[in-house]
T-cell receptor, first 113, second 116 residues
Framework: EPEVTQTPSHQVTQMGQEVILRCVPISNHLYFYWYRQILGQKVEFLVS????????KSEIFDDQFSVERPDGSNFTLKIRSTKLEDSAMYFC???????????FGQGTRLTVV | AQKITQTQPGMFVQEKEAVTLDCTYDTSDQSYGLFWYKQPSSGEMIFLIYQGSYDEQNATEGRYSLNFQKARKSANLVISASQLGDSAMYFCALEIGGTSYGKLTFGQGTILTVHP
């Protein structure tokens, strides 16, 4: 069964460092998303991406965040200068069409120390 | 602004019994969708069921059904014949149609514990 794949599963980084979280969405999906979940809290929308551009972003998605689809299969989230409060589980998701269910990856747990 | 509320921080159910997880939402949009996701202790988010605002029938997927009461703005998840593997966090999520497809607003979640 097709699935969204995220790497790495866990990343530890020093405050101020750049991190890139990687995702391989389901191959025929056209819409891609990043969400995050701070430990013990609810899942929060970060950004949606379609046709090689950002469709919508939340107030959390400030200038230190960026997304890219560098090739036909990968979808990345970059955090330029990590802060302690960026520690969270980051989920990538994809959906085939607008208004259809989004399938989530297993998440990348980011720990900023 | 959209809002989604899950008022039950935790629920307990006996194996093989049915359980209802509550979810209420608030939106002024006419076109929207409601989703339920399961998050086991391993952390991944598993899609369970979807209900569109214009769907007249309540959605069902195997042991999961969605009790959609549009006038009350509620979209409760019913799990029939609970299994030990159903123990997890459950999130209700709202998606507004039009330009905000894909932007899910999640509730706070309900931790379900299934007892043998």
């Amino acid at each position: 069964e097709p699935e969204v794949t995220q790497t790495p599963s866990h990343q530890v980084t020093q405050m101020g460092q750049e991190v890139i979280l990687r995702c391989v969405p389901i191959s025929n999906h056209l819409y891609f998303y990043w969400y995050r979940q701070i430990l013990g809290q609810k899942v929060e929308f970060l950004v949606s991406f379609y046709n090689n551009e950002i469709s919508e972003k939340s107030e959390i998605f400030d200038d230190q965040f960026s997304v890219e689809r560098p090739d036909g299969s990968n979808f990345t989230l970059k955090i330029r200068s990590t802060k302690l409060e960026d520690s969270a589980m980051y989920f990538c998701a994809s959906s085939e069409l607008e208004g259809t269910e989004a399938f989530f990856g297993q998440g990348t747990r980011l720990t900023v120390v | 602004a959209q809002k989604i509320t899950q008022t039950q921080p935790g629920m307990f159910v006996q194996e093989k019994e049915a359980v209802t997880l509550d979810c209420t939402y608030d939106t002024s949009d006419q076109s929207y969708g409601l989703f339920w996701y399961k998050q086991p202790s391993s952390g991944e988010m598993i899609f369970l069921i979807y209900q569109g605002s214009y769907d007249e029938q309540n959605a069902t997927e195997g042991r999961y059904s969605l009790n959609f009461q549009k006038a009350r703005k509620s979209a409760n998840l019913v799990i029939s014949a609970s299994q030990l593997g159903d123990s997890a966090m459950y999130f209700c999520a709202l998606e507004i149609g039009g330009t905000s497809y894909g932007k899910l607003t999640f509730g706070q979640g309900t931790i379900l514990t299934v007892h043998p």
